[in-house]
């Protein structure tokens, strides 16, 4: 139902009253917003001294090395969990009980538990072995990081992946095998490649969120992009106070700039999937929130119930 | 086993904590998404902006900047003295509600067309038909989704025990920092947050079983 069918088209006392509503909106809204900045312009947030700092170029450095060790942490956590997650979804699927068991067990039980627990936890048992890991310094942040999201993302990688290949039309499996193909071939050759088609745009989605899910380094004082920003604005005075506002803009430019080029990606890969006549359906762009649809009892998911239907 | 049985007390006080702040977040959030929801199929374009402009922008930023900017922005510049709790709260309803909004969106949208045009040309007024018609209706299929939103809500809230609010991670933080085998701790924390996502995957089950109409 688009938006238009809930209302009439204006006449001309309806065009008077939302010309009259328009106007209240975007006074209360302009007027939060100038709320906002006149308190902190009081506070003295928006001094010129408060953004000279950007001027400095040891700033400059720590911001360009936290954006850098963010998007490390995000390249290779995102690589291992697309891995992490096709292995887990084949395990799922796979005909042997004890492998199927064990894959669900894994999935369901990394899935329910937050991430962020998951990663303070690898950390401290990183930092008790960490001489019997060979470990050195900054990389026991790292690894407890990367392992910790890989976990929990190439388990809701590899239940949109499993979703992706219950939603490949069963002729496709059938005729595979009726050309006398084996197991794996029939996997890799004919059912991944149209499972990863139609999921891409949730698969994509959900590289979104290990992006997000990358600050959590914050709690374990790895040194990514938004701890980098933390120790910037607690350790830098200027006139008596601690420039969070500059620091915290310039910050949420990057993250959002970021998340933003990488879920457009996600939309543009749906809209052309739509477009094509290919015959496999494209799911949703939107962010897969995990958890729930893996405990329901529903077996063959479409991709659009996968997808959690949030967009 | 021994650290579950001698620090009861705190795992009860973690596992409360973790419920109640998941609770009022889950309700700000309900009601923020659904204001925004209403705000974006609205007749008016600031509105409609101001809607697609805070789902866009909290959806895109990662949780933990929102609550760096709750407790160290909100408390010293807009309200000085707010407890952790509530800024944790509105971190976490904030963040949620995008989430909120997108499903009852879409959940309108799966509403037949017909029932808004009976609604119009019965003479309601916009807020009527949404209220009236579309919005109850839309109910039933915004459910399963809201069951997932919620589960991702109760594991983000893990987020609000490293900023010292007593709940779960809080707690397991403070063991593990006392020498207790994190294993265990882990173990039983896990189990804690199982308790609470089966809990709130079976309500919402029955809640679907109750709504349900046969057609």
Redesign the interface.
Known sequence: ?S?S????A?GPKARIR?RV??VI??LA?VGLIVF?VL??NA?G?FAPEMWEIFNYAGVRTSIRDGVLTTLQVFAVASVLSLVFGVLLAVARLSDHKPVRWLATGFIE?FR??????TI??LW??FL?YRTDLGLTGDSTGFWALVIGLTVYNGSVQAEVLRAGINSVPRGQREAAYALGMSKTQVMTTVLIPQAVRAMLPTIISQL?VTL?????G??ITYQEL?FQ??QL?SNTVVNDDNP??PV?IV??VI??AM??AL?SLATWIERRGRRAKTGIPVADA??P?????A?DPVDQPGPEQAA???? | MNVLLDHLPQFREGFLGTLALTAASAALALVLGIIMAGFRVSPIPPLRAFGTAWVTLLRNTPLTLLFLIAFFVVPQIFFPGTSPFVLAMIALGCYTSSFVCEAVRSGINTVPLGQAEAARSLGMSFTQTLRLIVLPQATRTVIPPMSSIFIALTKNSAIAGAFSNAELFNVSKLLSDKGFPIGWIFLWVALCYLVITFTISGAFRLLESRLEVAR
């Open positions: 139902m938006a069918v809930l209302y009439d204006p939302n509503y328009s909106g975007t809204v906002a308190r902190l506070k947030q039980l329910a538990i937050p991430l962020l627990i303070y936890v401290v048992l008790t979104v997000k899910d990358t600050s959590l914050y709690v938004l920003l933390q604005a969070y506002i915290i910050g949420g993250y959002i998340c933003l879920s939107a962010q929130l995990a958890a729930a649809d405990l959690g239907k949030t967009g």
